[in-house]
């Protein structure tokens, strides 16, 4: 019954932006922390930023200072603001949700940055 649905992917030139929704379907993520993952083909899967209940933010090196993760617990929503895309970008992002007892996955969003 727990969906996160995704949205926002798509083509975009190195130098562009993407903003990323991922929307809950229910509020059980509300006290837990949310973020983004991406995989790019023949590469392990690696955590982008991540947001706890509080509002505390984490990024990997390679996107600090181009991407804002945010949340919205009124709409049950986490963002992934993308700036000054680069090609090594080009993945495929997950957004996941911490709930009481599992952790939930998005559907997957292609991002490719290419020109």
């Known amino acids: 019954q727990v969906q996160l649905v995704e949205s926002g992917g798509g083509l975009v030139q190195p130098g562009g932006s993407l903003r990323l929704s991922c929307a809950a379907s229910?509020?059980?993520?509300?006290?837990?922390?949310m973020g983004w993952y991406r995989q790019a083909p023949g590469k392990q899967r690696e955590l982008v930023a991540a947001?706890?209940?509080?509002?505390?933010?984490n990024y990997a090196d390679s996107v600090k200072g181009r991407f804002t993760i945010s949340r919205d617990n009124a709409k049950n929503t986490v963002y992934l603001q993308m700036n000054s895309l680069k090609p090594e970008d080009t993945a495929v992002y997950y957004c996941?949700?911490?709930?009481?007892?599992?952790?939930?996955w998005g559907q997957g969003t292609q991002v490719t940055v290419s020109s």
């Open positions: 229910g509020s059980i993520f509300s006290s837990g922390a």
């Open positions: 996941y949700g911490r709930g009481p007892w599992a952790t939930y």
């Open positions: 947001i706890t209940s509080g509002g505390t933010t």
